[in-house]
């Protein structure tokens, strides 16, 4: 399984299901730009997982990325059957992050995503303050190497750091990155896709605007332009 | 909240709901051993936390631990709503995992818990080969401080590893420590026990055997004789 072409924005529905499902409904007429819609844990939480997407594949045909904040993070069995109990609900790519769990379980973790015909999509660095702090310098780096061993092209690196967008970019060759922390203007996607990221995640910005299907085209834009930059 | 005095066991339910309501109905004459019982995200993905909550409580007043393998991965707002939810879903405690995810992360997770009134339990290290890859040295070191100032009383140390036990029994003082990793055998809650585990979670060994009340029996005996030992 593959996304669309680069760029392409991925909405992030961190909203209750029904909310989110309104949502999608009304980005019909922008779906040429969306590669993919990621839902959460929390969607899991509430109403369990089958049912979230059973409810979203009414009005979309899109991907749905699940990402369990976070995937990956248990033993390697564990980690197996989240995946395979995904694919059994429906979603089509699973975000996996074993930074804290470690080579083993990135393995365990890809190889079911293979056997469940689910793409993979592994992060390799987060967004926010004091993430780093117990991990090792170059964990970032071992984790491409492993999971680009194991046959895995799409990476999740932070929308907000440009200047480590450039050097993923340079890692990841011809595999993609998909990116959270980046804003609702036009500007920062620009500024982003320029330094690296394909697939802009983007929530708040989206569904807590009056217009989401304009809050879209902007994004879009902004991500058009720094692709023909780079 | 706080769970019995220890030595208690903790029977992982890692089968589908309807299997894992029948378990806990049978083990209703061997709750005086058994501290909690503890759910997983398998459970969450499949029909929804709050299902799977009601239906255990059908049959149960014990604390229900939910794990979402593994909680406080995400940035600190996202792992806050987990608890929320999981505490409007009708958890009694969750099991976080900051390792990949950072002391802010850790904050906000063990900061919701409180306002849920849910216990944190959170998670020093884990059990299988290679979980230590991405992380630096000292990391379980660096979580218990952060977690214990901010009242965290409860951790998880891997049960199948007694030298570590040990190490971390002297740091947590009078804290609790609940672990995974342990076997069927009388013995080996026993040697678990004596090294530093409270409340050894068992999994398999319970929810596999022909008896599974004759296992508890046989587990809470090696508890009670290790915890002797001490």
Not at 23 to 38: R, T
Not at 104 to 117: I, N, P, Q, R, Y
Not at 131 to 158: H, M, Q, R, T, W
Not at 177 to 204: C, F, H, K, L, N
Request: one cysteine or more; proline letters at 6%; glycine letters at 10%.
């Amino acid at each position: 399984m593959k996304l669309k072409e680069p760029p392409a924005i991925i909405p992030a529905l961190d909203l209750p299901i029904g909310e989110a499902v309104e949502l999608v409904k009304g980005l019909d007429s922008v779906e040429d730009k969306i590669a993919g819609y990621k839902i959460s844990s929390l969607h899991a939480l509430d109403c369990g997982l089958r049912a979230a997407v059973s409810e979203l594949r009414v009005f979309t045909d899109l991907p749905i990325i699940y990402d369990h904040q976070k995937g990956a993070t248990d033993i390697p069995a564990i980690a197996a059957r989240q995946v395979e109990l995904a694919a059994d609900c429906g979603v089509n790519a699973f975000i996996g992050v074993p930074l804290g769990a470690g080579s083993k379980t990135l393995e365990g973790f890809v190889d079911a995503c293979k056997d469940s015909d689910l793409l993979p999509i592994i992060l390799l660095e987060m967004t926010h303050p004091n993430a780093n702090d117990y991990l090792k310098e170059g964990a970032a780096k071992d984790i491409f190497e492993k999971a680009s061993e194991l046959g895995v092209n799409y990476f999740v690196a932070p929308g907000n750091k440009p200047e480590k967008l450039r050097e993923y970019r340079n890692w990841v060759g011809d595999s993609y990155i998909t990116s959270p922390g980046i804003g609702a203007q036009g500007g920062q996607a620009a500024e982003a896709v320029q330094a690296g990221t394909d697939y802009p995640i983007i929530g708040r910005a989206i569904y807590q605007a009056e217009n989401p299907v304009a809050v879209i085209e902007e994004i879009y834009k902004g991500c058009k332009e720094g692709f023909s930059k780079r």
